[in-house]
């Protein structure tokens, strides 16, 4: 990697500029939970992650434009010791807003919906309980934090920060993409709850950028496991999330260690979302 010029460090990603506009983003083992980075780092989780990433890339290209060239290490011969864990991409102007769809009630709309009855400040029937599929999904847009926790953003709020087009042109392929997503991830006997987009302008064209339907920026549920009424079991980080409410950590860094049994269990999600949702063996992903 000292032939390449390193040009930013995100909390789970490392960039590194490349000619043509091209980007190389390598995908660690780091693992944030409540917007901290965790000591702790998830054995193959960069691979997953970027495995996953290639391929709802490729297979929702003709449903809305990403950045994705290529995850072939043969293309990055001066790193190919990050094989699995690196793709090359367009650069990219990211646009500056979290872009959620939520087909479940769960999370921090739940915690909203228990107060208020409404989820940014869209108005849902009574009753509903935790977990609760919502009668369609929502998209729900948040600020994009450099540093703290990212703000929930009213549709109003949301056409300041980007427009009126653009947030419409968001709105509906975030919405898209969750939807194809969900009936793929259904077909494998999984659920997807929710998914958080980001985009960005190349040449003038609207994109998705950085990761797409990974279990970092998803959360998904086994559909046999399913109930409504509490956390489900899941492929996703949520694992770690649970074990961290069942202490008394404060959710400010540092966090406490992470147990073998849960930095184990949590790999075994993610490679197992992988298997189950692209249809092909962890093992065969450049050699995992």
């Known amino acids: 990697m000292s032939a390449l010029r390193h040009i930013a460090k995100g909390k789970i990603r490392d960039l590194y500029a490349l000619p043509d506009d091209r980007i190389l983003i390598v995908a660690s083992d780091r693992l944030s939970v409540f917007d901290v980075v965790l000591d702790d780092e998830i ?9 996953l990433s290639s ?25 190919a010791h990050v094989a699995g864990r690196a793709m090359i ?46 009668p369609e999904p929502l998209f729900t847009p948040t600020t994009k934090a450099e540093a703290g926790h990212d703000l929930p953003l009213s549709d109003r709020e949301a056409v300041g920060l980007v427009g009126d087009d653009v947030f419409e042109q968001i709105r509906e392929l975030t919405l898209a993409v969750y939807g194809a997503g969900a009936a793929h991830a259904e077909s494998a006997g999984i659920l997807l709850a929710d998914t958080k987009l980001e985009f960005g302008h190349v040449a003038g064209e609207l994109v998705v950028i950085d990761e797409l339907l990974t279990p970092d920026s998803s959360r998904y ?68």
């Open 89 to 134: 991409v367009r650069a990219a102007q990211p646009i500056r807003m979290e872009c959620i769809a939520r087909g479940y009630l769960f999370g921090g709309a739940w915690a909203e919906y228990q107060a208020t009855g409404r989820v940014q400040g869209r108005v849902l029937p009574s009753g509903l309980r935790e977990a609760a599929r919502l």
């Open 221 to 288: 549920w086994p559909a046999d496991a399913y109930r409504p009424g509490g956390s489900p079991p899941s492929f996703d980080k949520q694992f770690v999330r649970d074990h961290y409410l069942g202490t008394d950590w404060n959710r400010e860094a540092p966090a406490p260690p992470l147990p073998r049994d849960v930095i184990e269990g949590t790999r075994a999600r993610y490679v197992e979302a992988y298997e189950r949702i692209t249809g092909q063996s962890f093992a065969d992903w450049f050699g995992s």
């Open 43 to 51: 054995p193959d989780k960069g691979r997953v992650l970027t495995g």
């Open 55 to 79: 391929f709802w890339f490729e297979k929702t290209a003709g449903l809305v434009p990403n950045h994705f060239i290529t995850a072939d290490p043969a293309e990055f011969p001066g790193a």
